[in-house]
């Protein structure tokens, strides 16, 4: 069992920026960042595979940007001009043997708990 635990959340007004990062107990070799608006589904934002295999969809990748972190076993997010629609819970997700360039839900094992980021003036 991969344990996952989120950091870096919170509020920011519209046009900021927020760091989010993600550690885990042991090192994964794919990692992701998730968002869940209320009442939807969660949608992949991010995925990193290795060191700087990267994936974004299409319509965040100008202001998203994944990397690994310090240790080998954080990975971060770096969200530029944050918008309100950006408001949402985000997770980490994280694949500890597989190479996981994805964005779908179903294909990564480990789940952090959500941590809220609010964009509003």
């Known amino acids: 069992q991969v344990l996952l635990v989120e950091t870096g959340g919170g509020s920011v007004q519209p046009g900021g920026s927020l760091t989010l990062s993600c550690v885990a107990s042991?090192?994964?070799?794919?990692m992701a960042w998730f968002r869940q608006f209320p009442g939807k589904e969660r949608e992949g934002v991010a995925a990193?595979?290795?060191?700087?295999?990267?994936l974004y969809p299409n319509h965040l990748m100008d202001r998203f940007a994944i990397s690994r972190g310090n240790a080998t076993n954080e990975m971060v997010l770096q969200v530029n001009n944050l918008k309100p629609e950006d408001t949402a819970v985000y997770f980490c997700?994280?694949?500890?043997?597989?190479?996981?360039?994805?964005?779908?839900?179903?294909?990564?094992?480990?789940w952090g708990q959500g941590i809220q980021v609010t964009v509003s003036s």
């Open positions: 997700a994280a694949n500890r043997d597989r190479a996981s360039y994805s964005l779908q839900r179903d294909s990564w094992s480990y």
């Open positions: 990193l595979v290795g060191v700087s295999g990267t």
């Open positions: 042991e090192f994964c070799k794919s």
